[in-house]
């Protein structure tokens, strides 16, 4: 029999997980994370860059995207308006304007790659702190390399700029890690 029942009478019923992709729950978690990110850049991420010498430069809108791909679990197009949102954001306290547009953009939809394989993968479970680090790695590199481009090859600047790049990574990494499975439990997540 076609048509919108099934043989038994009751109507069809397309089940749709709500928590994936750009809804409006997700978009204000997204909008949440990223305004918590940004105070963080303010704050504490200034006095960590301090304290270290400016050996760790947290970029806590990179740690809060991806956790929020983490758990909305975006399409790679999805994931790239989730890193030009980033951007945006990132706008209002950079020092080299429309970079990371370019350099977040390309990371979320990394994020989103390493997530969707990472979780059908039996390591899983280090999908959160791998895939940060790479993505804020990656973020990092491209950022480097766009400026570098920018200011005629600058060698010295990538011999400064890598090791920064690297631990601020590390930092995102152990971040995201640490906070993917208390924010996933306060959301009622449990996959």
């Known amino acids: 029999m076609t048509g919108p029942f099934q043989p038994s009478g009751r109507p ?10 750009l809804g409006i729950q997700n978009l204000v978690l997204l909008a949440v ?14 006095a960590i860059s301090a304290v270290s010498g400016g050996a760790i430069a947290p970029e806590f809108i990179i740690s809060t ?7 909305i679990r975006p399409t790679i197009p999805q994931a790239l308006v989730i890193g030009l949102i980033s951007a ?21 939809m990394a994020m989103a790659a390493i997530a969707d394989i990472g979780s ?3 390591a899983r479970g280090l ?13 990092g590199m491209v950022f480097m390399v766009i400026k570098m481009a920018l200011m005629g090859f600058a060698g010295e600047l990538a011999a400064v700029m890598t090791p920064v790049v690297t631990l601020t990574a590390a930092f995102n990494a152990v971040l ?3 906070l993917y499975q208390p924010v996933k439990r306060s959301l009622g997540l449990n996959e």
């Open 120 to 122: 059908r993968t039996p």
């Open 176 to 178: 995201v890690g640490a």
């Open 127 to 139: 999908v959160p702190v791998v895939g940060t680090f790479i993505t804020t790695f990656l973020s």
């Open 65 to 71: 995207f991806c956790l929020a791909i983490l758990i």
């Open 88 to 108: 945006a954001v990132i706008q209002i306290t950079t020092s080299s304007p429309g970079i990371d547009f370019v350099a977040e953009g390309i990371a979320a």
């Open 33 to 46: 994370l990223l305004a918590a990110g940004f105070i963080l850049n303010f704050t504490a991420g200034k």
């Open 12 to 21: 069809r019923t397309v089940v749709v997980d709500e928590r994936r992709g």
